[in-house]
C-alpha cells in the first residue's frame, strides 16, 4: 500500500522568505500526487495536483510542487510567504483515479514577522 | 449549495450513545467521501458514495459504524454506541469526479466530536 511521509511537524518561516515543505511517497510506481492546506476552521483545500508529464507543477496562491522520481519526493514551494500562508499543509497521494487517497500527517507552518 | 456543509460542528456525547453525522455535498456533485481527522494526524479515509451506491467502505473501522446517503445527495454518518476512541474530527468531501485519486475533492468544515 502507499505511504506519505512529512518528515517536518512545525516550520518557521519569516514573512517574505522562501519555503520549502517536505513530502517523501512509498508506492513502485509514478503515483497521483497532491498538495492540500488547512486554514483555521476551514475545510482542506486543494493546491496542486501532479497526474503525470512536467515535473514542476504551479498552484493556486503562488505555491508551485517539484516530483522527482529518484528521490521519491514532491516538495512544496513558495518564493515569498505571506502571514496569511500560516496554515496547515498536507501532501497526499493516490495510485490511480479511483483509488482511495493517503494523507500525511501534515506539516504546520508558522510565519513570523 | 456553495460548498460542503456539515453539521453538527461540534458534538460532545457520553460513552455509549449513537450520533449522526450529517454531510451536505456541493450540489450536482456525484462522489461524497467520508474521513477521520484525529488530533496530530492527516484524514483517514473511511467511505464513499457514487450517487446513492456505497463503493467502498473499507475504512470504517468496526460495525458500529455505518453510512448512507439514500438520495444520492445528503449523506449522514452514525456512530453506534460511541467510545473515547472515536473522538476526533470527522470530514466530508464530494467531487463532481468519481474516484479520490483525482484529487478535486472539496472538503466541509468538519465535524468535531468529543466523546467522554
Known amino acids: 500500500a502507499q505511504s506519505v511521509t512529512q518528515p517536518d511537524i512545525h516550520i518557521t518561516v519569516s514573512e517574505g522568505a522562501s519555503l520549502e515543505l517536505r513530502c517523501n511517497y512509498s508506492?513502485?510506481?509514478?503515483?497521483?500526487l497532491f498538495w492540500y492546506v488547512q486554514s483555521p476552521g476551514q475545510g482542506l483545500q486543494l493546491l496542486l495536483k501532479?497526474?503525470?508529464?512536467?515535473?514542476l507543477v504551479q498552484g493556486i496562491k503562488g505555491f508551485e510542487a517539484e516530483f522527482k522520481r529518484s528521490q521519491s519526493s514532491f516538495n512544496l514551494r513558495k518564493p515569498s510567504v505571506h502571514w496569511s500562508d500560516a496554515a496547515e499543509y498536507f501532501c497526499?497521494?493516490?495510485?490511480?483515479?479511483?483509488?482511495?487517497?493517503?494523507f500525511g500527517k501534515g506539516t504546520m507552518l508558522l510565519v513570523s514577522p | 449549495g456553495a460548498g460542503v456543509s456539515q453539521s453538527p460542528r461540534y458534538k460532545v456525547t457520553k460513552r455509549g450513545q449513537d450520533v449522526a453525522l450529517r454531510c451536505d455535498p456541493i450540489?450536482?456533485?456525484?462522489?461524497l467521501y467520508w474521513y477521520r481527522q484525529a488530533l496530530g494526524q492527516g484524514p483517514e479515509f473511511l467511505t464513499y458514495?457514487?450517487?446513492?451506491?456505497?463503493?467502498?467502505k473499507s475504512g470504517l473501522p468496526n460495525d458500529r459504524f455505518s453510512a448512507e446517503r439514500p438520495e444520492g445527495s445528503i449523506s449522514t454518518l452514525t456512530i453506534q454506541r460511541t467510545e473515547q476512541r472515536d473522538s476526533a474530527m470527522y470530514r466530508c468531501?464530494?467531487?463532481?469526479?468519481?474516484?479520490?485519486?483525482?484529487?478535486?475533492?472539496?472538503f466541509g468544515e468538519g465535524s468535531r466530536l468529543t466523546v467522554l
Open positions: 508506492y513502485g510506481a509514478t503515483p497521483y
Open positions: 450540489s450536482g456533485h456525484v462522489s
Open positions: 458514495f457514487n450517487y446513492e451506491a456505497q463503493q467502498d
Open positions: 501532479y497526474f503525470s508529464g512536467d515535473t
Open positions: 497526499a497521494v493516490a495510485v490511480s483515479g479511483y483509488s482511495t487517497l493517503t
Open positions: 468531501a464530494s467531487s463532481s469526479n468519481p474516484g479520490q485519486g483525482s484529487g478535486e475533492l472539496f
